[in-house]
T-cell receptor
Framework: GAGVSQSPSNKVTEKGKDVELRCDPISGHTALYWYRQSLGQGLEFLIY????????KSGLPSDRFSAERTGGSVSTLTIQRTQQEDSAVYLC??????????????FGEGSWLTVV | AQKVTQAQTEISVVEKEDVTLDCVYETRDTTYYLFWYKQPPSGELVFLIR??????QNEISGRYSWNFQKSTSSFNFTITASQVVDSAVYFC??????????FGQGTELSVKP
C-alpha cells in the first residue's frame, strides 16, 4: 500500500489476555520500528528491525513484549498477559533503511489498545 | 546522551496569530538529523521536515518555517497566520544513529477561531 498499515485500529482486551498487533510497512522499506504512546505522553521507542533482524530491542518494557518480522515485510508485536498499564497507542513506522540516519521515518495510524 | 526538549507543553493562540514552537536538542555527534512531525487528533504522525546537521539554512514551506541554529542546538518551528487546522501536537525528533528517532515530549497547539 501507499503508507504504513496497522491492524487492528482499535483493540479492547481483558487483563491477562495476549494480543497481537500487525504492521505492514511501506513497500521497499527495509527498516521497521515500533513505538508506544501512552495517553498524553510522548513517544516511547520499543524496537526496530533491519530486514528480519532486530539490532535494538532495548525499548521493550518487559519480557511480556516480543516482536518478530518475517520476509523482511510484515511485523507482529505481541503482548502476553496484558496489564492495564499496557493501554496505549502502538505506532509502527518504516523507512528505506537504517544505514543513513537521514532516512525519513513514516508512521502508520497506530493501534489503540485498551486493557480492561 | 541524546535528548530532545520541547519546553512548551501547550500553546493556545487565536487564528491568524504567528506561533513559534521551540525545540532544543543534545547530541555529541557531528552528523545528525532533526525532524518535525505533526500529530492531529486522528493520531497519525505526519512528517513535516528533515534537516541535516550540515545544513543550517532556514527553510520556508508556505506558512511553515524552520530556524536551525547549531550554536544554540535549537530547531524551532514557526507557523505564520495560524489556522484552526493547525491544531495538533507537534513533535521534534533527533536521529543520529540511524536506528531510531528520539522524540521530544511534544507541544500541543490549540488555534482558536
Amino acid at each position: 500500500g501507499a503508507g504504513v498499515s496497522q491492524s487492528p485500529s482499535n483493540k479492547v482486551t481483558e487483563k491477562g489476555k495476549d494480543v497481537e498487533l500487525r504492521c505492514d510497512p511501506i513497500s521497499g522499506h527495509t527498516a521497521l520500528y515500533w513505538y508506544r504512546q501512552s495517553l498524553g505522553q510522548g513517544l516511547e521507542f520499543l524496537i526496530y528491525f533491519q530486514g528480519n533482524s532486530a539490532p535494538d530491542k532495548s525499548g521493550l518494557p518487559s519480557d511480556r513484549f516480543s516482536a518478530e518480522r518475517t520476509g523482511g515485510s510484515v511485523s507482529t508485536l505481541t503482548i502476553q498477559r496484558t496489564q492495564q498499564e499496557d493501554s496505549a497507542v502502538y505506532l509502527c513506522a518504516s523507512s528505506l533503511g537504517i544505514g543513513s540516519p537521514g532516512n525519513t521515518i513514516y508512521f502508520g495510524e497506530g493501534s489503540w489498545l485498551t486493557v480492561v | 546522551a541524546q535528548k530532545v526538549t520541547q519546553a512548551q507543553t501547550e500553546i493556545s493562540v487565536v487564528e491568524k496569530e504567528d506561533v513559534t514552537l521551540d525545540c532544543v536538542y543534545e547530541t555529541r555527534d557531528t552528523t545528525y538529523y532533526l525532524f518535525w512531525y505533526k500529530q492531529p487528533p486522528s493520531g497519525e504522525l505526519v512528517f513535516l521536515i528533515r534537516r541535516n546537521s550540515f545544513d543550517e539554512q532556514n527553510e520556508i514551506s508556505g506558512r511553515y518555517s524552520w530556524n536551525f541554529q547549531k550554536s544554540t542546538s535549537s530547531f524551532n518551528f514557526t507557523i505564520t497566520a495560524s489556522q484552526v487546522v493547525d491544531s495538533a501536537v507537534y513533535f521534534c525528533a533527533l536521529n543520529n544513529q540511524g536506528g531510531k528517532l528520539i522524540f521530544g515530549q511534544g507541544t500541543e497547539l490549540s488555534v482558536k477561531p
